[in-house]
T-cell receptor, first 111, second 111 residues
Framework: AQSVTQLDSHVSVSEGTPVLLRCNYS??????LFWYVQHPNKGLQLLLK??????LVKGINGFEAEFKKSETSFHLTKPSAHMSDAAEYFC?????????FGRGTSLIVHP | DAGVIQSPRHEVTEMGQEVTLRCKPI?????LFWYRQTMMRGLELLIY????????DSGMPEDRFSAKMPNASFSTLKIQPSEPRDSAVYFC?????????FGPGTRLTVL
């Protein structure tokens, strides 16, 4: 069985400071892992994905995530937050074609 | 490809009325998913199809909800009769190899 836990429901940062959104997963197999972003009143958009290639994955808009099997983590980071990064972020685990979504982390960016 | 297309984008109806939401997946994708998103419950998987066949409908809240996929390019989610607690954003997503592509959603308001 697969599951995913997003450790923070809200993260608040100042513009220009680093972003860290935490995600832990549980999986019986070698999973695929994804991060999606949802801006207000919009659909979900894929930020990045891990599918057993390089453990450090680069995504769009300067985001990246590192797959750490020993820690069962897939945290999302960005060196410098922009106001436009304010959104809801979802971590997703998938052992096959059926994903399990985390509850989401709301990123708040202060000017 | 135009991506996943959903219609209508907004629907306002009165309690007791039938509501039909429509989805056109990306051509060539063999999985189709219906989700519901609310502030209280977050993102919930309602049902998914593989090659037009419903595989798991355990997320469908009750018998008032039904979904069909008559062919590879069209799916519907029907609520009959609708209730105020059905008010939510309903997303359709399609996938081929695990990565899901989401439509813009249908915002349903039941008065």
């Amino acid at each position: 069985a697969q599951s995913v836990t997003q450790l923070d429901s809200h993260v608040s940062v100042s513009e220009g400071t680093p972003v860290l959104l935490r995600c832990n997963y549980s999986s019986s197999y070698s999973p695929s892992l994804f991060w999606y972003v949802q801006h207000p009143n919009k659909g979900l958009q894929l930020l990045l994905k891990y599918t057993s290639a390089a453990t450090l994955v680069k995504g769009i808009n300067g985001f990246e995530a590192e797959f750490k099997k020993s820690e069962t983590s897939f945290h999302l980071t960005k060196p410098s937050a922009h106001m436009s990064d304010a959104a809801e972020y979802f971590c997703v685990v998938s052992e096959g074609y059926i994903p399990t979504f985390g509850r989401g982390t709301s990123l708040i960016v202060h000017p | 490809d135009a991506g996943v297309i959903q219609s209508p984008r907004h629907e306002v109806t009165e309690m007791g009325q039938e509501v039909t939401l429509r989805c056109k997946p990306i051509s060539g994708h063999d999985y189709l998913f219906w989700y519901r998103q609310t502030m209280m419950r977050g993102l919930e998987l309602l049902i998914y199809f593989n090659n037009n066949v419903p595989i798991d409908d355990s997320g469908m809240p009750e018998d008032r909800f039904s979904a069909k996929m008559p062919n590879a390019s069209f799916s519907t989610l029907k609520i009959q009769p609708s209730e105020p607690r059905d008010s939510a954003v309903y997303f359709c997503a399609s996938s081929l190899v695990g990565e899901q592509f989401f439509g813009p959603g249908t915002r349903l308001t039941v008065l």
